[in-house]
């Protein structure tokens, strides 16, 4: 008897084991790639659904996740990127993962680019294109979630609301210095300078392809005006300002130095303080 029912026991544990590997526990987490598009995400989901940042700081052309990473996006609800252009490294960790459950914000499209290069993929520094980001993400869980989709698209809606008036406020706030010289690092840039009527110029593109000597040699004598750089700023930012006689300023596209609360309307608002930090200071301005 004794051996009948300690066989029975162990027949109890391997069943009650292999059940726990067919069917894992319900998938609850939003997992997004970089802080900007959590910041969105955050704006639409509600308070009762976590979001999980993969990116803090990294760049985003090399970042590849970490094993727990990949655990987390093999179980979340719905994974949120850019896409392959942006982040080419993370494409192969889900190109194993269910289309309906991964959002690739490029692919969705719906986006505005005047005053930025079309082909540049850092489309939220744009108040107008966060919106369109977070209605793509309201209706990608409104599918995932029946039940709850009225409330995502109301949330979107409240969100697209106030990213209009902040489009409006920063294009007003921009427009003072449309005739001040700017030169950046990269084309992202544009996205948020483009929409007031302020050219930027750059000195690489989006596939982070240089444009040498000849380029910073047309950019000398631009007159008083500022080089914008990523953040954290850099001595070799600093030097290139410095040799085509521009001020420097480091801009954080990504809101990596932003409060753990912060929203995305406060992203918008640091990049204007940093910015106007460095264009308020030029002679355009005085």
């Not at 690739?104 to 919106?131: I, K, Q, V």
């Not at 210095?177 to 929409?195: K, L, M, N, Q, S």
């Not at 040799?243 to 409060?259: C, E, I, M, N």
Request: hydrophobic fraction near 45%.
């Amino acid at each position: 008897m004794m051996v009948v029912m300690r066989l029975l026991f162990l027949f109890v544990l391997a069943a009650v084991a292999a059940c726990s590997k067919e069917a894992p526990p319900a998938a609850t987490e939003i997992v997004v790639s970089m802080r900007p598009l959590a910041l969105i995400a955050r704006e639409i989901v509600g308070p009762d659904i976590p979001v999980r940042t993969l990116m803090t700081g990294d760049d985003p052309h090399r970042y590849a996740p970490s094993a727990s990473q990949r655990a987390a996006l093999e179980n979340a609800r719905l994974v949120v990127w850019m896409g392959p252009e942006l982040e080419g490294v993370l494409a192969r960790q889900l190109a194993s993962l269910p289309r309906q459950r991964q959002l690739a914000l490029l692919d969705a499209g719906g986006y505005e680019t005047a005053g930025a290069s079309a082909g540049d993929p850092h489309l939220w520094l744009r108040p107008l294109n966060a919106a369109v980001i977070g209605a793509h993400i309201a209706d990608r869980l409104g599918e995932l979630d029946p039940a709850g989709v009225e409330g995502y698209r109301q949330r979107a809606r409240d969100f697209s609301r106030r990213m209009a008036n902040a489009q409006k406020v920063l294009n007003r706030a921009l427009w003072a210095y449309r005739e001040v010289p700017i030169v950046v690092t990269h084309d992202a840039y544009g996205h948020f300078f483009g929409p007031a009527g302020v050219r930027t110029r750059a000195l690489s593109d989006s596939s982070h392809t240089k444009r040498g000597a000849r380029t910073l040699l047309e950019l000398q004598g631009l007159g008083d005006g500022c080089l914008f750089g990523k953040a954290p700023a850099n001595d070799r930012d600093r030097q290139t300002a410095a040799s085509l006689g521009l001020r420097y300023g480091a801009l954080d596209l990504l809101g990596s130095d932003l409060p753990r609360e912060a929203d995305y309307g406060a992203l918008v608002r640091q990049l204007l303080t940093d910015a106007r930090g460095c264009l308020a200071e030029t002679s355009a301005q005085r």
